[in-house]
């Protein structure tokens, strides 16, 4: 399974649908737009005590 941590435009956790089950054609969402999705290991966000509203921030990415 995987986390999805969705994120907003401003790198703010806007949701996170934690296990779901990779390869199904499942719709998954959260309630806020968003526009990027970041999947890590199942438990990884309840683990590392990643919560919505926090910011993210990518290094080594590069800006489009």
Do not use: W
């Not at 290991?41 to 590392?48: I, M, P």
């Amino acid at each position: 399974p995987l986390d999805m941590i969705f994120i907003t435009k401003d790198l703010t956790i806007a949701g996170i649908v934690a296990n779901a089950e990779p390869r199904t054609e499942t719709l998954r969402q959260v309630e806020a737009p968003s526009l990027y999705v970041l999947e890590v290991n199942g438990g990884y966000c309840a683990a590392h005590k990643v919560t919505a509203g926090a910011k993210v921030r990518f290094e080594r990415v590069p800006e489009r």
